[in-house]
Nanobody
Framework: QVQLVESGGGLVQAGGSLRLSCAAS????????LGWYRQAPGKQRELVAD???????NYADSVKGRFTISRDNAKNTVYLQMNSLKPEDTAVYYC????????????????????WGQGTQVTVSS
């Protein structure tokens, strides 16, 4: 129903920057929360940052002051600007869409599902 496609990952030296993008497609009426999660080898997936449709943001303590999340509601796209990257930021980064309403036959409905992208690798070398 909803497809999320991430881009922008790669290899960067410590102190560098990357910008991730995630575009959602499908018969979308609205998305309540868009977020970025990450999973490092041997660790659980963790929230990096998320943003509501109203622009309220939330960040993990480990990225506050370094990462900035933003979204374009018209394009159903979310961005993650990552500055001052550290080796411990190395992980696969996943886009997530939650509280999704879809359109159907001139109306809309709540899917009750949470959607994930395929992930993009971010590697920070020391």
């Amino acid at each position: 129903q909803v497809q999320l496609v991430e881009s922008g990952g790669g290899l960067v030296q410590a102190g560098g920057s990357l910008r991730l993008s995630c575009a959602a497609s499908g018969s979308i009426f609205s998305i309540g929360t868009l977020g970025w999660y990450r999973q490092a080898p041997g660790k659980q997936r963790e929230l990096v940052a998320d943003v509501t449709s109203g622009g309220i943001t939330n960040y993990a303590d480990s990225v506050k002051g370094r990462f900035t999340i933003s979204r374009d509601n018209a394009k159903n796209t979310v961005y993650l600007q990552m500055n001052s990257l550290k080796p411990e930021d190395t992980a696969v980064y996943y886009c997530n869409a939650d509280q999704v309403y879809m359109t159907s036959s001139g109306s809309y409905y709540y899917t009750g599902d949470s959607y994930w992208g395929q992930g993009t690798q971010v590697t920070v070398s020391s």
